[in-house]
């Protein structure tokens, strides 16, 4: 087994011993900590399907996953707490969006397709803002969780903690088999040379928006599952910074490569949740730590664990 392979494994257990760990130690806010991690990989991974393997720097990534949030806080509001409809709806909501926006940015490349997207992200902000109804740059807080029935209690920070958890390693596996598909193959060689592949006939364009439409997608379940964890949903979460961040835990983890972006997600937010209560110019030692890693590392933090992994067999 190679190290890459054991490191995320070794990863993905740790996740999983998290919540019996934090109640031996009576710590119950690591589980809430962890599972805002797992949420924030998912949309991490969701980017770097079309970052890591299509070459793609969408800016304006959390706007999918503002959406997804908001299609859980709006069915809420209405009265509708079914957890299929709300995610469901956060999906598919997601996927129209990512489908109308990928459909005209992805005629352009380079910075253009960067101003572009980020310029969707704000518009779908903004649009945010002014839904009075629902609580405008004020938000909207949500009266109680996606209801699966009993057999899936999301009010349970364990069970919830295990939900987000069994749905990351779902997208993880999808992922996978996603890239080493004949789809993914192609979309990595338009990555690499756009117009070779279209000299042989490919139609890149069509495989480009497809990635587009699936990561978009599964970044709205994520906004789903961050309206569940925090009850509560805002235009904030769709801000170009928020873009930024999940960009960053992207590259941070380690482009390419699916299970990085966990690496990468943990990574900030943990720095973050420990830098803020020491100082609240965290983000000035933040950023240096970020630096470095980029600098010393092309394969990112993932790349790290994998030589550590190495030398340890």
Not at 51 to 68: C, P, Q, R, T
Not at 93 to 106: E, K, N, P, Q
Not at 176 to 192: A, D, N, P, Y
Request: with cysteine; hydrophobic share 60%.
């Amino acid at each position: 087994m190679d190290a890459k392979r054991v490191a995320a494994i070794i990863a993905l257990a740790l996740l999983a011993l998290v919540p019996p760990v934090a109640m031996a130690a009576d710590a119950p806010f690591y589980v809430g900590l962890f599972a805002r991690i797992m949420v924030f990989a998912i949309a991490a991974v969701s980017l770097d399907l079309i970052l890591g393997y299509g070459g793609l720097v969408s800016f304006g990534h959390a706007a999918y996953l503002g959406i997804g949030a908001y299609a859980v806080g709006i069915l809420s509001f209405h009265g509708v707490t079914g957890g299929f409809a709300h995610f469901a709806t956060a999906f598919f909501a997601a996927a129209a969006a990512a489908l109308v926006i990928g459909f005209v940015s992805l005629r352009t490349s380079g910075v253009y397709f960067i101003m572009i997207t980020l310029a969707f992200s704000q518009m779908v902000y903004f649009l945010g803002v002014s839904l009075n109804q629902y609580g405008g740059d004020d938000g909207l807080n949500i009266a109680r969780h996606s209801n699966f029935g009993a057999a899936l209690d999301l009010k349970d920070p364990v069970v919830f903690y295990y939900f987000v958890f069994a749905l990351l390693l779902v997208f993880l596996f999808l992922g996978s088999r996603i890239v080493r598909s004949r789809f993914g193959v192609l979309l990595q060689g338009v990555k690499s040379n756009e117009r070779r592949m279209i000299a042989l006939g490919f139609p890149t364009f069509r495989y480009k928006l497809a990635a587009f439409v699936m990561a978009g997608a599964v970044c709205g379940v994520a906004g789903a599952l961050f309206a569940n964890l925090t009850l509560f949903v805002s235009p904030s979460i769709m801000h170009w910074t928020r873009s930024g961040e999940i960009l960053m835990m992207v590259i941070l983890g380690g482009l390419g490569s699916l299970i990085g972006p966990v690496f990468g997600a943990a990574a900030y937010l943990i720095l973050e949740s420990v830098l803020s209560r020491l100082t609240e110019h965290w983000q000035a030692v933040l950023g240096p730590i970020l630096i470095l890693v980029v600098l010393f590392s092309k394969t990112g933090l993932y790349g790290l664990f994998a030589i550590g992994a190495r030398r340890r067999g």
